[in-house]
């Protein structure tokens, strides 16, 4: 897995966000557009992309693009 | 005068009964002195049910609804029931554009498409009591509100709101009504498999009509409402039990 591919899919899945403001260390929680309904689209295109189903406490301690991304490559 | 609520002596199958709703329902048919058919998958909590649930006369059935093939020895080993109740199902949750066709397929299967064919199978059998009463727990989701990334859950509950209206027209010759309970959010274990945790969920509940979840007990009451003789003339309808929630 590629940081920078997952990061345009990430960025893929925000509307009304730049895809240039993601970076690893962008704190997604902070963004004005970030929503649960985002929490469950991310949790999602983890489980399609990279076929890993990361749990809810996972995803709601990441903070960071990078941690997510780390959570990720944990299972891969 | 006899009280055209009560159930007892009633033989009632009820799905689902190893957690939250079915389990509250089953205790409460056998509180209220009816014999229950309680089917789960697990069967630890099975037992536990059988070990909990007061009076005589319950059996315990493993069973899983996406598994046909296990039915007919299960609907063999029954006696002739006088009211159904299908409490089992499966949230799940995804944005539409996430939507695989396998996992409506699952939740298709669990929510509607097996309940639905265990009561055929039931009536094939002539296991399904003249004048008896099946009850489907659907949901507000879906035949009523809907809330984002919720479409495979909502869709399924829609779908079986729908067979039941027309089941409700077919059966109603062989004297058997046909009926719905929509359950708003209540406490049991499926509102803990999403991505909520214990905060959202209280931030949740705090913006509700009645600022709290339902308790499985409460739904249990109107479905027990629906399998009594006090609901005979009570049929194709659906009983929403959502403190207002829908309406606002
Ligand atoms: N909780 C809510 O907020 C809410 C709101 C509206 C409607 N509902 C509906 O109410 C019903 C009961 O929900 P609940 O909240 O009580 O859920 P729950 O605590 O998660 O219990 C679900 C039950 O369904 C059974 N089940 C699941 N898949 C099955 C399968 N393939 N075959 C056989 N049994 C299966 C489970 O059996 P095992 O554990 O033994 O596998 C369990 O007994 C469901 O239809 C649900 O959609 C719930």
């Known amino acids: 897995m590629e940081m920078n591919e997952f990061i345009g899919n990430f960025a893929e899945l925000f509307d009304d966000t730049a895809p240039e403001v993601f970076t690893p260390d962008t704190r997604f929680r902070d963004l004005e557009e970030w929503s649960s309904f985002l929490a469950l689209a991310v949790m999602a295109m983890i489980k399609s992309e990279y076929d890993v189903a990361i749990t809810a406490d996972e995803m709601r301690s990441a903070n960071t693009v990078q941690e997510l991304f780390d959570t990720v490559q944990k299972y891969l | 005068?006899?009280?055209?609520?009560?159930?007892?002596?009633?033989?009632?199958?009820?799905?689902?009964?190893?957690?939250?709703?079915?389990?509250?329902?089953?205790?409460?048919?056998?509180?209220?002195?009816?014999?229950?058919?309680?089917?789960?998958?697990?069967?630890?909590?099975?037992?536990?049910?059988?070990?909990?649930?007061?009076?005589?006369?319950?059996?315990?059935?493993?069973?899983?609804?996406?598994?046909?093939?296990?039915?007919?020895?299960?609907?063999?080993?029954?006696?002739?029931?006088?009211?159904?109740?299908?409490?089992?199902?499966?949230?799940?949750?995804?944005?539409?554009?996430?939507?695989?066709?396998?996992?409506?397929?699952?939740?298709?299967?669990?929510?509607?498409?097996?309940?639905?064919?265990l009561v055929q199978q039931l009536l094939k059998a002539k296991k399904l009591a003249k004048g008896g009463s099946v009850v489907f727990v659907s949901s507000v989701d879906g035949p009523r509100i809907v809330h984002a990334g919720n479409s495979l859950y909502s869709a399924s509950k829609s779908a079986l709101v729908g067979m039941a209206r027309n089941m409700a027209i077919d059966l109603a010759g062989k004297k058997i009504r046909v009926n719905c309970v929509l359950p708003g959010t209540t406490d049991t274990p499926m509102i803990r498999t999403g991505s909520a945790d214990e905060q959202q969920l209280a931030e949740t509940a705090a913006h509700l009509p009645m600022k709290r979840f339902a308790d499985p007990g409460e739904i249990a009451n109107a479905i027990v409402f629906l399998l009594s003789d006090a609901a005979s003339y009570v049929n194709g309808t659906e009983l929403v039990v959502d403190g207002g929630t829908s309406i606002i």
């Not at chain 2, 009632?12 to 509180?31: E, F, K, N, P, Y």
């Not at chain 2, 649930?53 to 029954?78: C, K, N, Y």
Request: hydrophobic fraction near 45%.
């Open chain 2, 1 to 117: 005068m006899t009280n055209p609520f009560s159930i007892a002596g009633k033989t009632i199958l009820v799905t689902g009964a190893t957690s939250g709703i079915g389990r509250a329902t089953a205790l409460l048919c056998a509180h209220m002195d009816a014999h229950v058919l309680a089917f789960g998958r697990d069967p630890q909590r099975l037992d536990s049910l059988l070990a909990e649930m007061p009076g005589e006369g319950h059996r315990v059935f493993s069973l899983d609804l996406t598994s046909p093939e296990q039915w007919p020895s299960v609907i063999a080993s029954l006696p002739v029931i006088d009211a159904f109740a299908a409490c089992a199902g499966v949230a799940s949750m995804a944005p539409f554009s996430f939507v695989t066709r396998e996992e409506l397929e699952r939740v298709m299967d669990t929510n509607c498409f097996g309940p639905v064919m």
